[in-house]
T-cell receptor, first 113, second 113 residues
Framework: DQQVKQNSPSLSVQEGRISILNCDYTNSMFDYFLWYKKYPAEGPTFLISISSIKDKNEDGRFTVFLNKSAKHLSLHIVPSQPGDSAVYFCAARGLGGNEKLTFGTGTRLTIIP | KAGVTQTPRYLIKTRGQQVTLSCSPISGHRSVSWYQQTPGQGLQFLFEYFSETQRNKGNFPGRFSGRQFSNSRSEMNVSTLELGDSALYLC????????????FGQGTRLTVV
């Protein structure tokens, strides 16, 4: 039962354009969402997060949008740079200080120079 | 501040053997979680420890176990290794409070032959 889904295994985007990575979830008890970036042979690194009380959070080139009614979130990267090529994981955390993260299966983003 | 440290980085074991992986969290972090990453499966939650107590457990067989010490360092053990246990094992630490993010180590690449 995949509670967090990233339906696009891969995405290719031209350098300088916008990259949009999508994530859907099924558990309405999730109240905090995170995006992680992962390079091969390294652990995931935290990118940006959003609480369920917000619908948008920005940090430099990265913006996360949350649509609670659709149980959907997206990560926008503008402008895309070659160093952004990596696997991106969406993750969700439940209520009550539960530290367990439920991850999606990841989207491999390739930025084409 | 030093990051999350996992040892060893790489490990090759034979089917039927057992293995112990180690994780030292960020100083001051009391929560340590373990994840298994395999191709196509994303990151699967194994378990989470807080103050030496297991708070959460994922859907893995009893061959997978862990513990946390008083200094928050954690170990996970896999007994009777199977070929399918070959994966990248990631440890993440986090502090309490909201919002929080989990900080990951570089992982231990386990290969079972």
């Amino acid at each position: 039962d995949q509670q967090v889904k990233q339906n696009s295994p891969s995405l290719s985007v031209q350098e300088g354009r916008i990259s949009i990575l999508n994530c859907d979830y099924t558990n309405s008890m999730f109240d905090y969402f995170l995006w992680y970036k992962k390079y091969p042979a390294e652990g995931p690194t935290f990118l940006i997060s959003i609480s369920s009380i917000k619908d948008k959070n920005e940090d430099g080139r990265f913006t996360v949008f949350l649509n609670k009614s659709a149980k959907h979130l997206s990560l926008h990267i503008v402008p895309s740079q070659p160093g952004d090529s990596a696997v991106y994981f969406c993750a969700a955390r439940g209520l009550g200080g539960n530290e367990k993260l439920t991850f999606g299966t990841g989207t491999r983003l390739t930025i084409i120079p | 501040k030093a990051g999350v440290t996992q040892t060893p980085r790489y490990l090759i074991k034979t089917r039927g053997q057992q293995v112990t992986l180690s994780c030292s969290p960020i100083s001051g972090h009391r929560s340590v979680s373990w994840y298994q990453q395999t191709p196509g499966q994303g990151l699967q939650f194994l378990f989470e420890y807080f103050s030496e107590t297991q708070r959460n457990k994922g859907n893995f067989p009893g061959r997978f176990s862990g513990r946390q010490f008083s200094n928050s360092r954690s170990e996970m053990n896999v007994s009777t290794l199977e070929l399918g246990d070959s994966a990248l094992y990631l440890c993440a630490s986090s502090s309490l409070g909201a919002p929080t993010e989990a900080f990951f180590g570089q992982g231990t690449r386990l290969t079972v032959v």
